[in-house]
């Protein structure tokens, strides 16, 4: 059921194995088609797909990236950019949300950044898309900026927030 809060089975956050590449490419290209899709003009969303560009940040970002499994199937995705607080990405697979993988995936990069010594963990997000902000600012992000920011993915100008977490002092 949409927008439950119900947890299926144990979340195992763990590091992304390259044999995987597709299948959690696909997950993420289907997580975009939810809640980024709707949000941008049919022909960026029609070159977006056709490209898929998991599958390269997969393969490049590989080890900055944590796979959320469910029941010990591959659910979600997230990393942070580098070694710092900014946390890049986070995709969950449709049929999976609402099942903590998304929080779950939060909590696992807010912990890396906080042992890496940061006080605080940030991201950005489409103003528009209603469900991931709501996620972030149920998890304790806070707004912190709103702009028209150019996506160097999708190839457009797009109105995203920036939100900020306080961590606990490690």
Known sequence: MPGASRVAGPIRIRPVRLVEVDRLAAIGLAAWERGIAPLVPRQVWDRVRAANPFRPFLRERGSSIMVADLNGEPAGIAARDGAGDYISD???????????????????????????????????????????????????????????????????????TGLAKSLPAA
Do not use: C, F, M
Not at 90 to 100: C, D, F, I, M, S
Not at 122 to 141: C, D, H
């Open 90 to 160: 986070l995709w969950v697979a449709p049929g999976r949300e609402g099942q903590g993988v998304g929080s779950a995936l939060l909590a696992a990069l807010e912990a890396t950044i906080g042992q890496a010594g940061y006080g605080t963990a940030r991201l950005e997000v489409l103003t528009a898309n209603a469900r991931a902000l709501a996620l972030y600012r149920r998890r304790g992000y806070r707004p912190v900026w709103e702009a028209l920011k150019r996506d160097l993915t999708l190839g457009i100008e797009l109105h995203k």
